[in-house]
């Protein structure tokens, strides 16, 4: 089982991040709130730099690896100029298009820069200064949004004939490729296997999340019936996709997509008690790491998801839950759980713990909780989901009786009771 550690992004004066790109060291682009690029690296949020007059500008992606280029555009005088920071130093690349209105969205490790021009897509590669034009044999204007290691360029394309926004390949041949319906220009992305990973909207339902393979023609529709509608936003060369859905259940959320389990909330992988809620997912790289917004405590953020499995090490499979719900720490203030790898979790507001401390039972009703909570945090890391279910419903009974303790004779009695109830559950389960 896969589940994330958070990081929030910071802000600056203010001012929160809006991820659009992430590479393979984990570096993170976007536009500040206050309309200003940013990348974040190795823990600090910092300002892309840009020239004096600018009245607004964005970074959009990012090469995946080394150099470290970062594509966007800054408007100046009215006017939008495609702009490129490699290793965190502005070049102007709107010279080199030739056009009055440039934007870039996109860059591979080539130095290769995708993006618009006059209502046209290009490619320009930076070590040569070569540009060449993307447009689509019929006419209409064209949409790059963005590009892999091969050069491929994917987006959408106007039709003459009205029929909306169409997906486009482009490989030096404009290739317009058909959907279900009409697709959505800020959501369309490529990875190094020339799989596209977009959305449409059709006349008579929800936008939909898809992939496309323009090597085997295979078209997945990713919605799956639990969702109102969804939108791709990123695709890795695993081919996992993130972006968001319309719970049918709630309000809008970050959501991720694997071949193997389908479409999953991304708040449902992380701990229930992190205080964040997710808006939507902006991009994944190949580690699995996963840059978006939200809402954290009440406040827009930005965050950076790191994944880590727990199914791989057989110290962390279910049958070892009761020897860890045994070293459930408790000390003073804060509390933690002490894996048997010797790793500590800690929850929301927890702080260091003694590993050495004893259960100490201060207050009956509020240890119960406590216990509920660390139980919770445990039952997430059950691989096999039935016994998963089952750990989470008891660890949440516990969590709800501490809540409605009246006196702490009540409270000791129930954390006497849940917990031989959650470890009897567990038992049960692992050996059918």
């Given at each position: 089982m896969t589940t994330y550690s958070i990081t929030d992004l910071g802000a600056i004066q203010g001012a929160y991040p809006l991820p659009f790109a992430i590479n393979e060291a984990g570096v993170v682009a976007g536009s500040l709130l206050s309309n200003h690029p940013f990348r974040y690296q190795n823990g600090a949020l910092h300002k892309l730099p840009v020239p004096s007059l600018v009245t607004s500008c964005t970074a959009r992606g990012i090469s995946p690896s080394s150099p470290q280029r970062i594509a966007g555009w800054i408007n100046q005088n009215g006017g939008d100029r495609a702009?490129?920071?490699?290793h965190g130093v502005y070049t102007d690349l709107h010279p080199f298009i030739g056009?009055?209105?440039?934007?870039?969205?996109?860059?591979n490790d080539s130095g290769v820069v995708t993006g618009q021009a006059n209502g046209q897509g290009f490619r320009l590669d930076?070590?040569?200064q070569q540009v060449e034009m993307i447009e689509p044999p019929n006419g209409g204007a064209v949409f790059p949004s963005a590009i892999n290691k091969q050069g491929h360029v994917v987006g959408g394309v106007s039709t003459p004939e009205g029929a909306g926004i169409r997906l486009f390949f482009y490989d030096q041949t404009m290739h317009v490729i058909p959907a279900a319906g009409e697709v959505q220009l800020e959501y369309v992305d490529i990875n190094d296997d020339d799989v596209i990973a977009g959305c449409y909207r059709s006349p008579s339902g929800p936008t939909h999340a898809f992939t496309y393979s323009f090597q085997s023609n295979l078209f997945v529709d990713l919605n799956g019936d639990a969702f109102g509608g969804s939108f791709a936003r990123s695709i890795n060369n695993q081919g996992v996709v993130v972006g968001s859905c319309e719970d049918i259940s709630g309000p809008p959320a970050a959501m991720i997509w694997t071949a193997s389990d389908g479409m999953r909330r991304l708040i449902d992988l992380v701990d229930l008690q992190s205080g964040w809620t997710f808006s939507d997912a902006r991009a994944i790289n190949d580690a699995g790491e996963i840059a978006g917004w939200g809402i954290h405590n009440g406040q827009a953020r930005g965050f950076l998801l790191v994944p880590y499995d727990v199914g791989d090490d057989p110290r962390r499979q279910p049958?070892?839950?009761?020897?860890?719900v045994q070293e459930i720490l408790v000390g003073g203030g804060a509390m933690g759980i002490l894996l048997?790898?010797?790793d500590i979790i800690y929850p929301k507001d927890g702080g260091p713990v003694d590993p050495d401390s004893p259960l100490q039972r201060r207050d009956a009703a509020r240890s119960d909780a406590v216990i509920g909570l660390a139980m919770q945090v445990l039952a997430r890391r059950i691989t096999d989901r039935s016994t998963r279910a089952v750990a989470e419903q008891a660890a949440a009974d516990i969590t709800r009786r501490a809540a409605a303790s009246a006196d702490a004779a009540t409270a000791g009695a129930s954390r006497s009771n849940f917990l031989s109830r959650f470890v009897r559950a567990i038992a049960d389960e692992l050996e059918r």
């Open positions: 702009t490129l920071w490699t056009a009055a209105f440039t934007e870039a969205y996109d860059v930076t070590t040569t049958k070892d839950l009761v020897g860890m048997p790898s010797g």
